[in-house]
């Protein structure tokens, strides 16, 4: 049986850190507050089934440009690269 794919969010900060542990979260929230929590978990299930096995999908909130984005299925060794590929085509 395959692994199935998972679903995860990650807060990408103006400086480009990523976090994606709560303990993180929790220290930056305020920075946080335009975002729709209901809205972020709809992302969440409406991702879960689109993510193949093995792989990872995320809800990318950005905190520069106050920006919610979908990015399916990224391989476990090329999801942090791809993040921030993501993060430098917003700003640009």
């Known amino acids: 049986m395959s692994t199935p794919g998972s679903v995860r969010t990650v807060h990408i900060l ?6 994606f542990s709560l303990e993180d979260y929790q220290k930056v929230q305020d920075r946080f507050s335009w975002v729709d929590k209901s809205f972020i978990l709809s992302e969440i ?15 990318a909130i950005y905190e520069e440009e106050k920006t919610i984005k979908p990015v ?16 430098q085509e917003l700003s640009e």
């Open 72 to 87: 399916l299925n990224l391989e476990p060794e090329f999801y942090l690269s791809q993040l921030q590929l993501n993060r």
């Open 14 to 19: 103006k400086t480009g850190e990523l976090i």
């Open 45 to 59: 299930f409406r991702l879960r089934p689109l993510t193949d096995a093995g792989r990872f999908s995320f809800v």
